[in-house]
């Protein structure tokens, strides 16, 4: 175990060097000129020359990159070339907003895909076998943002009974937060419990068929006690590292989600920067999600492995 | 529920495939209804597009009739330019279709070759591809797609190639497994012991073999690529006006939902039939062409 541990752990920091790679190189390879964006008006020579040096812009790419990750991983990841604010402060301010939004939606996802799975398991072939795949067709091929145009022509624009956009502090108006967040969580965890529900499905069949669960039956334990605790166990296995694997999805999904109902999250942060080439900001927010997503991958892998000894005792697991 | 394995599921398929083979792949399509929904759907999108240009003008403006509900005069209504939206449907096709279709070619084009010889070959390439295809996945495919875009900028052309890019790194890792696996099968060893060249070897024996999951990995490939299309769209990175794409469309109705509700209506739906027509169709083709994943 601690030897695969030490493997899966060596082989996520290196794609985090190698990301962090890739994003400052990408960074640099956007369009305009970091040195112009910070001048603002004044752009004489003398001017743009002396801001490379201050912000070490006439450096080698090799030391710029050095000195940058230097400074993140102290927490600094330079300052908005749009209003001059810090853009770890910027992220930090904005990251719970979008981590409410995805939390809201994994629980609507879940609550709604895990029992759908279930039961249509269990009733498989029957109408509501079909109701649950049918649903999960469409979750699956609406797209985020056209969902969310539905919702807000609905219940925003026709009924009058939720806000069209906007956003409010938990902190400050929890229920107001709630009636707001509520459209973005559904139109963000309707993917996901389709995903869910087809993923749970498919593994509760293949427990129900198994061995085990044969046995369970042939000892005469009651139907609830083999689907809940023999059966559905077993299922929840596959069903944990799914949502693991779909936090791309939820984070590209949040993007668009908070664009539409202009929530004030990380993902609108990183499509406005784009928009204002607010390079700083870009490099600072693909950053931190790209460490996250490999955190958590990472965390999934070894939940996975701990479950399940045959991963990590076949050696390689890519 | 496909009936039991094909016993010629472990023998190298010829080029060509016998007619009494391919025939059997057709019945057993065809018996699976939403497989045949699913191709009608995704046909019935290609004819749009292929004939869009019978529809009217998609960026005629016409300033007496703005925002006239569907009628039979604009069967699905006219934007706030009115501009006919059936006809910018249609051409939106042309667009959705075109990314997603030339993004998942590029893709593969560039996938297939990477997973035979990191597959194939194994060792440092393996190494090398197995890394760089961690790398980029460790962006999620949205971030790595916008951020391509935003880098080579907004244009359909553009868009297919951060489409195609983002595509890239898990196509490489289905085929790099897929030949993994095919290259330990006895048939492969029989070609090497016969003397047979690595190319021929790969060109012959391998990529055939692995043709069924590249049609449905490219199937499952491209409504995702079509969603991103519209995505980028919408967020204002891909297609620009006045060239039509749901995507763009969609962005502008949401200025005018209360005005002209129809117009966040009709793109949305064309992309969400077309995406649950390619998503039917791939899981078809899976069940036909691949008997063990049945779900």
């Known amino acids: 175990m601690t030897s695969y541990l030490l493997r899966r752990l060596g082989a996520a920091l290196i794609t985090l060097i190698l990301g962090s790679v890739v994003v400052f190189l990408g960074v640099h390879a956007l369009p305009g000129d970091a040195a112009l964006a910070l001048a603002g008006e004044e752009r004489s020579p003398a001017v743009l020359a002396q801001i490379r040096q201050e912000y070490g812009l006439d450096k080698p790419l090799p030391v710029q990159y050095l000195r940058y990750v230097g400074q993140a991983l102290q927490g600094d990841f330079g300052q908005s070339t749009r209003n001059g604010s810090s853009v770890a402060a910027v992220i930090a301010e904005r990251l719970p907003v979008t981590f409410e939004l995805a939390v809201l939606a994994v629980l609507l996802g879940i609550a709604i895909g895990i029992p759908a799975g279930i039961a249509s398991a269990l009733r498989r072939g029957s109408g509501l076998d079909y109701a649950a795949n049918g649903f999960a ?68 069949l293949e427990s129900l068929s198994a061995d085990y669960v044969r046995t369970a039956r042939a000892k005469g334990l009651p139907q609830w006690r083999v689907v809940g605790v023999h059966a559905l166990r077993n299922s929840l296995v596959t069903v944990v590292t799914v949502l693991g694997l779909q936090l791309g999805a939820l984070i590209s999904g949040a993007v668009i989600t908070e664009q539409i109902f202009v929530i004030p999250g990380f993902g609108k942060l990183l499509v406005d920067a784009v928009f204002q080439r607010d390079y700083p900001v870009i490099q600072g927010v693909t950053l931190v999600t790209v460490t996250g997503y490999v955190v958590v991958n990472l965390f999934v892998d070894l939940t996975y492995s701990l479950l399940n000894p045959r991963i990590r005792l076949s050696g390689r697991s890519t | 529920m496909s009936g039991p394995a094909p016993a010629d599921a472990q023998v190298p398929a010829p080029l060509l495939e016998p007619p009494r083979r391919r025939h059997r792949l057709v019945r057993r399509f065809v018996r699976r209804r939403l497989a045949v929904l699913g191709l009608v759907l995704v046909g019935a999108f290609v004819t749009l597009a292929l004939f869009s240009p019978l529809l009217g003008s998609a960026t005629a403006q016409d300033f007496a009739n703005v925002m006239v509900p569907p009628s039979w005069a604009h069967p699905l209504g006219t934007d706030d330019l009115g501009r006919s939206e059936l006809a910018r449907t249609a051409t939106g096709a042309r667009v959705s279709l075109l990314a997603g279709v030339l993004s998942t070619a590029l893709a593969l084009a560039m996938a297939i070759p990477i997973g035979l010889v990191a597959g194939y070959y194994r060792g440092w390439a393996d190494a090398v591809v197995t890394r760089a295809t961690d790398v980029m996945l460790a962006f999620p495919f949205l971030i790595l797609a916008v951020g391509l875009a935003a880098i080579l900028g907004a244009s359909l052309r553009n868009v297919v190639l951060a489409l195609g890019l983002s595509q890239l790194p898990g196509l490489v890792r289905v085929i790099r497994g897929e030949v993994l696996a095919l290259r330990e099968q006895d048939y492969v060893a029989a070609a090497v012991a016969d003397g047979a060249r690595d190319v021929s070897i790969m060109a012959r024996f391998i990529l055939p073999n692995a043709m069924s999951t590249l049609i449905v990995q490219a199937t499952v490939a491209i409504p995702g690529a079509i969603i991103g299309e519209a995505t980028l769209s919408f967020l204002g990175l891909g297609v620009q006006p006045p060239t039509p794409s749901w995507g763009t469309m969609l962005s502008a109705a949401q200025g005018f939902l209360d005005q002209a509700p129809w117009l966040a209506v009709f793109p949305g739906l064309a992309i969400a039939l077309t995406t649950l027509g390619f998503n039917l169709l791939g899981d078809g083709l899976r069940d036909v062409l691949d008997p063990r994943s049945t779900r």
Not at chain 1, 149 to 163: K, M
Request: aromatic share 6%.
């Open chain 1, 137 to 204: 067709l469409v979750g699956l091929s609406v797209p985020h943002f056209w969902l969310g145009l539905l919702l807000i022509l609905e219940f925003a624009v026709q009924l009058h009974v939720l806000p069209a956009s906007g956003y409010a502090s938990p902190l400050s108006d929890p229920v107001e937060n709630l009636r707001r967040m509520l459209l973005p969580a559904i139109v963000l965890g309707t993917g996901l419990s389709a995903v869910l529900m087809r993923q749970m499905r498919s593994s509760m």
